[in-house]
């Protein structure tokens, strides 16, 4: 059933990229959230923040290293059977950087900033139109470029 409908929205090749990115982005900010629900209400007792000398290193520096190595991978592999490996990389590096964005403006160790939650809101909306509303917006800036001339 979940890959009937994985297909359904990946008739066409040229969504299959931008769709990949979307579903590991949720998948990542989903999970990122649940391990830290579980560490704050210890209803995961094996799982603990990571403290390197004293300093909490939160998941965005993980995300910021997954897009690192997306970047690093697009750029040295010109063939396509490694795009959708680092579509993959993108959208998780993607998912844990902006699930903690408020932290990012407030400098606070608060996982619950609303900032965090508009970025995310916002990312996803944004390839949702990518991926399903790709030929509308080339209509509309078409049409805007007319209006320009």
Not at 37 to 42: F, L, Q
Not at 62 to 90: E, N, Q, S, V
Not at 97 to 112: A, N, V
Request: proline share 2%; hydrophobic share 55%; charged share 20%.
């Amino acid at each position: 059933m979940i890959i009937r409908f994985i297909q359904q929205f990946l008739l066409e090749r040229r969504k299959e990229i931008p769709f990949i990115i979307f579903f590991f982005f949720l998948l990542s900010f989903i999970l990122s959230r649940l391990v830290v629900i579980g560490i704050e209400t210890e209803t995961i007792p094996f799982i603990r923040y990571i403290y390197i000398r004293g300093i909490h290193i939160h998941h965005f520096a993980f995300g910021i290293i997954f897009l690192a190595i997306a970047g690093f991978f697009a750029l040295i592999h010109k063939d396509k059977k490694h795009l959708r490996k680092t579509a993959a990389m993108y959208g998780i590096g993607l998912g844990l950087t902006f699930d903690e964005f408020g932290m990012w403006l407030h400098l606070e160790q608060d996982y619950w900033l609303r900032p965090s939650y508009d970025a995310i809101i916002i990312i996803a909306l944004i390839l949702i139109n990518i991926i399903y509303f790709k030929v509308f917006w080339k209509k509309i800036g078409k049409i805007l470029q007319s209006l320009v001339r």
